[in-house]
């Protein structure tokens, strides 16, 4: 996986000796500026270890992929693991139907897979709220990250705020919560120093003094 892909708060399934087994992120490591990883829980025996890069990390698991039940996640990981891989198109079309929800998408040079059956139905169950003029329930909306809660939380500040006061400032006004991680604040300064290094004078964040920052007027 990149690292830009890794979520606090997000399950994972990861190499641990021997075993491929699920593990919940729940904070970033940082040595100054510098990104050194994450600190992960262990789901199956709740110890905590050191990811120390993204590429130890295989694949998001969850609610989307496993329904909720990290124990299957553990299971399937570990099967995953042990059995032989199958021929180059096999193998691609099997990754393709999971990523996809049954949906295969086809490459060039590989056969044609068939649909599953739940993508069918799906597809059908689609069909049919659209001539009846059935609407699905909205998706849940989106929840607002913590840069852009800072945002907000700047904009409407008289005078400059270290992180910790941002942080406790989004959660009184309920526009964001740390997800579990022990130290917030250095995330979110991480992230606030990573954006005015990339977007300059475009930033919607300015540091007025050492761990001080406002808002970028006319940002």
Request: positive net charge; aromatic residues 4%.
């Amino acid at each position: 996986m990149k690292k830009d892909e890794v979520q606090v708060g997000g399950v994972y399934t990861a190499k641990v000796g021997t075993q491929v087994v699920p593990v919940r992120i729940t904070s970033e490591k940082w040595n100054g500026d510098k990104h050194a990883g994450w600190v992960a829980t262990n789901v199956t025996t709740g110890r905590s270890i050191r990811v120390k890069s993204a590429q130890r990390l295989r694949r998001e698991v969850g609610d989307k992929a496993t329904g909720g039940n990290v124990a299957a996640a553990s299971a399937t990981a570990t099967h995953a693991e042990a059995t032989p891989p199958a021929s180059d198109a096999t193998a691609a079309n099997v990754g393709e139907l999971a990523a996809n929800g049954g949906e295969v998408v086809v490459t060039a040079g590989s056969p044609k897979p068939r649909k599953s059956k739940q993508a069918a139905k799906a597809k059908g169950n689609k069909a049919s709220d659209a001539k009846t003029g059935c609407a699905k329930k909205d998706a849940k909306p989106k929840r607002t990250s913590a840069l852009d809660a800072a945002a907000t939380v700047l904009a409407a500040s008289k005078e400059p705020l270290n992180c910790k006061q941002i942080v406790a400032e989004m959660e009184a006004k309920g526009l964001w919560r740390s997800p579990g991680g022990r130290t917030p604040q250095a995330t979110l300064y991480a992230a606030v120093i990573r954006e005015i290094a990339a977007k300059g004078r475009e930033s919607r964040f300015r540091k007025t003094d050492r761990g001080l920052f406002v808002a970028a007027r006319g940002a």
